[in-house]
């Protein structure tokens, strides 16, 4: 086996060497909300490994709790683009979080002077929201109790000036996910990454995945990022960020376990070095 990058120099503490932040919608997740058996049972393998796996996720308090029981692991994850973080004690929010409240009153404020129209998640019919997202009323429910983001549809004639007015603003940031685009104050799905780790003890090897523009700080963050991609191929602007980062040929939760296998159990395997994503591996150029 080729020797492991200085990367990996962080001795396992009590096994842990490792940790993966995965985006859920689109990553982990499929796109109409669902989640294939496969990504079920390895997430349990993983955490028989002893390996956390953190989602990190646009989706609300609410939506993050209700997943960490489907997928039985305890936390932490990270909801709302980074507002906040979920561990078995307890929430922790960022100082940069703004209530929703305040920042649909802006987003108000600036459409009217930008001359555009947008349309808030709160806003849309639930008969719409299930079309767009799959999403039943119960969790229609949970993705609507936005606590410090507000996800909003924009028309690709309104980004611009919508957009331009909201940066100006200052202390706002404004990111695209899969669908929506998110307001929100200064804060990244990264933010709490130090503190996750420390943790969970856990600062060995690390490994991101995401499949949109606001899941650029989870890839900047981690030593091995992996693009997911949808049905139309990846996202244009993850690949021109991240050139070489790993991109399984199938899309969703298909590709996230190609990745997680082919990066992490593929090692595990091996009795000679229990070291997760070990060098040796070109890096996948997507379908
Ligand atoms: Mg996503």
């Known amino acids: 086996m080729a020797q492991a990058p ?16 995965t985006d859920l919608d689109g990553t982990l997740l499929e796109s109409d909300g669902s989640v294939l058996p496969d990504v079920v049972r390895l997430v349990r393998r993983l955490g028989s490994e ?9 989706k609300t308090r609410r939506e993050v709790s209700d997943w ?4 039985e692991i305890p936390g932490p994850a990270i909801f709302e683009n980074g507002a906040g973080v979920l561990f078995a004690g307890g929430v922790e929010v960022s100082s940069e979080a703004i209530p929703a409240q305040t920042l649909l009153s802006i987003l108000g404020e600036a459409c009217r002077a930008a001359g555009v129209s947008v349309r808030p998640l709160v806003e849309i019919p ?24 507000v996800p909003f549809l924009a028309p690709a004639s309104a980004e611009t ?15 695209r996910g899969g669908r929506f ?5 200064c804060h990244a799905k990264s933010g709490f990454f130090d503190l996750i780790r420390n943790r ?4 060995g090897s690390s490994l991101g995945l995401g499949d949109a523009p606001n899941d650029i700080p989870i890839l900047q963050a981690v030593d091995v990022p992996v693009v997911i991609s949808g049905r139309t191929g990846p996202e244009p602007e993850l690949v021109s960020r991240f050139p070489d980062a790993y991109r399984p040929a199938a899309f969703a939760g298909a590709g996230w376990v190609e990745a997680i296998e082919t990066l992490v159990l593929a090692r595990l395997s091996s009795p000679v070095s229990r070291k997760p994503f070990d060098d040796g591996l070109p890096a996948r150029r997507g379908k």
Request: a neutral charge.
């Open 6 to 21: 200085e990367k990996f120099e962080h001795a396992p503490v009590e096994g842990k060497t490792a940790i993966i932040f």
């Open 50 to 58: 002893q390996i956390p796996v953190v989602p990190v996720t646009s």
């Open 68 to 71: 960490l029981q489907r997928l």
């Open 126 to 149: 639930e008969d719409e929201l299930f079309r767009l997202t799959g999403l039943s009323p119960r969790e229609q429910r949970d993705a609507r109790s936005r606590e410090y983001s």
């Open 161 to 175: 000036p919508l957009l331009e007015r909201l940066r100006a603003a200052g202390s706002l940031s404004v990111v």
């Open 181 to 185: 685009w998110h307001l929100m104050g």
């Open 200 to 203: 969970c003890g856990a600062w």
